[in-house]
């Protein structure tokens, strides 16, 4: 495998960055997560643009232009022959001091890593996940706002081991009012009826391109869309929940803490949207050839 690492293709063994780096000591970095599908990059424009939010947000200076980086992405799929895959694209605050001071870093390191991920088990995606909500709380949008996708994800973690240790592959946040977030990885949509809910950024839920796309699907299904606060009840009490997400696409949740949502089996909608989704994905891109 080849890393693009500042500039250069290396092999993965000689892709090495510094233990002083502020990526590696504090998660001071932003990343994306992106998909190709069919020798296309899904959504690179969007992703590069987010990517560019994120470290605005941070103060971090990328250097290097969106068209650069758009490059750079393509250049490392095309290395590794990742024409069907998940493209890992991660900034960090570069090398510094022991401190916290950011400002003293010498130059932001841009990583980008193109190969392949299975979020979540294929047997899932006809059964359908159950979940369970995790007592860890989403970290308060002015504390570090959702839209951020920074480095640093050990609150999605302490989560995701609530999830495993009650024998799941996934469990629910909540924020620190007690409204649904989203999933450790994952945007959350609940259908009731034609309307179709999901959490806004204010309630601690990333901005997702998954959750867009689908949000778009949804309207042109002449299904009314809603970004509204949703609560565990408005979920146990759903037609249908499913995730989103860049690596899950899209998901059906069956289970929520113990309570069956609709049937216990994915929904017909979910189906459509699933189906929707992947023909969308796979007729859309950057071409990497």
């Known amino acids: 495998m080849k890393i693009y690492l500042n ?13 002083f780096d502020h990526g590696l000591l504090y998660g001071d970095g932003v990343f994306e997560g992106i998909r190709s599908y069919k020798g296309r990059v899904f959504m690179l424009d969007e992703h590069i643009n987010r990517l ?3 470290a605005k947000a941070i103060a971090l200076d990328i250097p290097l232009s969106k068209a650069g980086i758009s490059r750079a992405v393509v250049r490392t799929c095309k290395a590794n022959r990742c024409m069907d895959g998940y493209i890992r694209l991660v900034v960090t605050r570069g090398v510094g001091t022991l401190g916290l001071n950011p400002y003293l870093c ?3 390191q841009i990583i980008i890593i193109a190969a392949k991920i299975q979020l979540y088990p294929k047997t899932l995606y006809n059964e359908g996940l159950k979940i369970v909500t995790a007592g860890t709380v989403r970290n308060h949008p002015e504390a570090i706002n959702p839209r951020i996708k920074s480095l640093n994800y050990l609150n999605n973690i302490l989560a995701k081991i609530e999830a495993i240790n009650a024998g799941c592959m996934e469990a629910l ?3 620190p009012n007690g409204f649904v977030a989203e999933a450790t990885g994952d945007n959350v949509f609940a259908l009731h009826g ?7 950024a204010c309630a601690g839920a990333l901005e997702g391109i ?18 509204r606060m949703l609560n565990r009840h408005d979920l146990y009490t759903a037609d249908e929940v499913f995730l989103t997400g860049t690596a899950a696409e899209v998901i059906g949740v069956v289970e929520i ?8 089996k994915p929904g017909k909608a979910t189906r459509r949207f699933e189906r929707a989704f992947r023909k969308y994905a796979g007729s859309t891109g950057t071409p990497i050839e």
């Open 257 to 264: 803490d113990r309570r069956p949502i609709g049937d216990g």
């Open 7 to 19: 500039g250069k293709l290396v092999p993965e063994r000689s892709a090495r960055i510094s233990v």
């Open 52 to 54: 560019y939010d994120s």
């Open 194 to 200: 034609n309307v179709l809910s999901t959490p806004p």
């Open 210 to 227: 998954t959750r867009a796309v689908v949000m778009d699907i949804a309207r042109d299904q002449a299904m009314e869309v809603r970004e």
């Open 106 to 108: 010498a130059k932001p």
């Open 173 to 175: 946040m909540l924020n």
